[in-house]
């Protein structure tokens, strides 16, 4: 179980793929761990050497005292890079894991080569429907809320076809420590990144999904919109375009890092 102490965190990681290749970073969302990869991960391995990592609070990574906010989220993984020697990267952020890139891209341009938004927002929900969730957290705990969950984050259609990939991510999201869960929770509650894009100059690809609730196609429009150099995409699924369509969203990822750098991983 590979992980690194960094300031009052250890951050639980995993290393993948061609150690000879360019480095793809995957940032994970709310409630979920480096697992939530795991679909996209063969069509990619043979072209990058891929770095996934548990979000402080998730997973196996340790959970520190709160508040947090996304900078500290960031720079655990600015941490991670530096420990692991890691100059640049390419960068995939899905939800949460999204707004940690941004961040980076804003605040530490030269570490991000190019940079995939995946069912993220500039802004996602609203600080009252955080404050709730929070509360429902403390005094119902995981359980319920990972069943609610699954039915934001999947379609319908793909739950009844594949009803044990839906229970591993309903157990994925029950077994998020409740603290880890309140902690980012609080972070999105806080995180507004409206009017921060206009610098960022890494070429980008917004991902979204059609039946998205959480980050609906016209957040990914918008944040398109938003950003000087980037290109849109828009698949048939819900929160969790990653798992719901690994191969359109693998294909997607490696068309666009070699668009520019052809012959590289």
Same mark, same amino acid.
């Given at each position: 179980?590979?992980?690194?102490?960094?300031?009052?965190?250890?951050?639980?990681?995993e290393?993948?793929?061609?150690?000879?290749?360019?480095?793809l970073?995957?940032?994970?969302?709310?409630?979920s *761990?480096?697992?939530m990869?795991?679909?996209?991960?063969p069509?990619l391995?043979s072209?990058?050497?891929?770095?996934?990592y548990?979000?402080? %609070?998730?997973?196996l990574?340790?959970?520190p005292a709160l508040?947090w906010?996304?900078? #500290?989220?960031?720079?655990?993984? @600015?941490?991670?890079l530096?420990?692991?020697?890691?100059?640049?990267?390419?960068?995939?952020?899905?939800?949460? %894991?999204?707004?940690?890139?941004?961040?980076?891209?804003?605040?530490?341009?030269?570490r991000?080569?190019?940079?995939?938004l995946?069912?993220t927002?500039?802004?996602?929900?609203?600080?009252?429907?955080w404050?709730?969730? #929070?509360?429902?957290?403390?005094?119902?705990g995981?359980?319920e809320?990972?069943?609610?969950?699954?039915?934001?984050?999947?379609?319908?259609?793909?739950?009844?076809? *594949?009803?044990e990939?839906?229970?591993?991510?309903?157990?994925?999201?029950?077994?998020?420590?409740?603290? %880890?869960?309140?902690g980012?929770?609080g972070?999105?509650r806080?995180?507004d990144?409206?009017?921060?894009?206009g610098? #960022?100059q890494?070429?980008?690809?917004?991902?979204t999904?059609?039946?998205d609730?959480?980050?609906?196609?016209s957040? %990914?429009?918008?944040?398109?919109s938003? @950003?000087?150099?980037?290109r849109?995409?828009?698949?048939?699924?819900?929160?969790?375009s990653?798992?719901?369509?690994?191969a359109e969203?693998?294909e997607?990822?490696?068309?666009?890092?070699f668009d520019?750098?052809p012959? *590289?991983?």
């Open positions: 179980m590979p992980t690194i102490e960094l300031e009052g965190v250890s951050i639980h990681y290393v993948s793929g061609r150690a000879s290749a360019r480095t970073v995957f940032s994970n969302s709310l409630g *761990n480096l697992h990869w795991d679909k996209v991960l069509f391995e072209d990058f050497r891929v770095l996934r548990d979000t402080r %609070g998730h997973g990574s340790s959970t508040p906010s996304l900078d #500290i989220l960031a720079e655990d993984l @600015l941490g991670l530096n420990a692991l020697s890691i100059e640049h990267a390419h960068l995939c952020g899905l939800s949460l %894991g999204g707004m940690v890139g941004l961040w980076l891209a804003v605040h530490s341009p030269e991000i080569k190019r940079l995939v995946a069912n927002a500039t802004r996602i929900g609203s600080r009252e429907m404050e709730t969730r #929070i509360a429902t957290v403390k005094s119902q995981m359980a809320l990972a069943r609610a969950t699954v039915d934001r984050w999947l379609t319908p259609g793909y739950v009844h076809q *594949n009803p990939e839906a229970d591993a991510i309903r157990s994925m999201i029950e077994q998020t420590p409740p603290e %880890g869960y309140i980012c929770c972070v999105l806080d995180t990144l409206r009017g921060d894009l610098c #960022i890494a070429p980008c690809l917004v991902i999904g059609t039946h609730p959480a980050t609906p196609p957040d %990914g429009r918008l944040l398109e938003s @950003l000087p150099h980037a849109y995409l828009e698949l048939d699924a819900a929160h969790l990653s798992w719901e369509r690994p969203f693998a997607a990822l490696r068309a666009f890092v520019e750098e012959g *590289n991983g």
